[in-house]
């Protein structure tokens, strides 16, 4: 065990015991109001920083899915026995939980996904955000009255599935449980949460926060283990109505055919090889800035991360040039030191996966002008899974550097002649998650913008993104829709409910006068 690699043991350690957990295999899950043990397998985290062992916990197994579901049902009911203003109320109280603990909330993200400390504290605040948001429409959620071409009244309500399934990644822990917790519970749900495997310990803090300010005991649980154990004993649980998965499509997809299987609905955020098209009448810094922005931040592993710059063949020289420049300027560095902007990968899987990618991708004619390797000048100790700001030239669109997801600091350029070529590259993707375009023409920023086909477009802008508004994929990329309204409305079913108002009623057989 090396000197960072101890270090962190301890601080992991003593941010756990913070929040009465511990930092050994015994409370990993959140299961109706208390910390308690996994009864499965051994799961070993390894330290992204240093690669060596960190901790170990054990896999949560099905019978503690069925025991959290079992407690989300019963909360459930609770919770839509209370008033909607009340639901309200409690939820923004929930937020208080968190007061106080949002330095040590964002230094146990830091050390786990091996994310900067700036851009974990950035996260934390994303919490709240997304808990004021949806804590404002519980008493929102009016329902319609609809003019029936009849003597009825007719009016829809927004009725909560009960209890819903979520399942998360590791790229954004804390942003996609918080992301996905506060508008089922909004709609009226009970949640049971799985968290990655990679990633287990801030979701369940997060849960136990909440449940101190204010959220009823049980109503949100969080069980921790491996995908085709815990994962699934949690898809395929019979009192599941929905279930919600943030992750790659790989996995998206098997956990749709559970859905299919089971005829339970569910939600699709899947990955992403989001295309940034730069016309040469772009203010090529801004373009530049944005584009380094759009692939690096959090090591490129975001789903929307801008892997593929398209660059109008005029411009393409200077902006790869001046891009291999500041990527390497970046600072790369241990996540938790304050002047970090660039980490680790999170893991040992995904930086194999890259580095063969940017191998493959060389050995089929692509150049690096940047990157590629493991950057110089970290501790020796900082033996963990570190990578280069990479920029790749000389790639075709058939190569698979540029067809699939990298979900690492890998951006393949390439350039175009003319808005119709922009259009056909970007569009050239079996995923559509989100695309960006920068030009100083306004109608033709609009007029791109409308024909990609892409859940989220941005114009001489990258990366923003706020909880008010909708977000999700075309294609691979996923289905429905997160954030805002439509993010709220996931988490409900629609009920019609018919009122005869006549004076007598008559109920025709078939389609008859009563029946439009
Ligand atoms: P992953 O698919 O490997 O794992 C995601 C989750 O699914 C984990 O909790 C895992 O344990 C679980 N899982 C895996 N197999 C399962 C099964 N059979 N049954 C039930 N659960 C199962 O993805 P990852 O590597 O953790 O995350 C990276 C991917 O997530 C990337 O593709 C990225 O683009 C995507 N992502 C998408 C969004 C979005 O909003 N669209 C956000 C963040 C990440």
Sequence with gaps: MNRLNRLARERLSGLLDGFGLQADITLSNWIDGAACPGEGGTIDLLDPTTGEALVDYRDAGPSLVERAVVAATRAQAEWMALTASERGRRMNAAVHGLEGHEETLAQLECLVAGKPIRDCRGEVGKVREMFEYYAGWCDKQHGEVIPVPTTHLNYVRHVPYGVVGQITPWNAPMFTCAWQLAPAIAAGNGVVLKPSELTPFTSVVIAKLLERGGLPQGLVNIVNGLGPST??????????????????????RLIAEVGARRLVPSVLELGGKSANIVFADARLGDAVAGAQAAIFAAAGQSCVAGSRLLVQREAFAEVTERLARAAADIEIGLPGDETTRMGPLQNARQYAHVARMIDDAVAAGARIIAGGSRPTGLPDEAQGYFLSPTVLVDVTPDMEITREEVFGPVLVALPFDDEEEAVRLANASRFGLAGAVWTQDPARAHRVAGRLR???????????????????????????????????????????VWVET???????????????
Excluded: C
């Design 231 to 252: 994962g699934a004993a949690l898809t395929g649980h019979d009192s599941i109505a929905k279930l919600v998965f943030v992750g790659s499509p790989q996995s998206g």
């Design 454 to 496: 892409a859940g989220t477009v941005w114009i001489n802008s990258y990366k923003a993104i706020s909880v008010m508004s909708p977000f999700g994929g075309f294609g691979d990329s996923g289905f429905g829709r997160s954030s805002g309204l439509d993010g709220l409305r996931e988490y409900t079913l629609p009920q019609s």
């Design 502 to 516: 006549a004076s007598e009623a008559s109920v025709a057989m078939g389609y008859g006068s009563g029946v439009g």
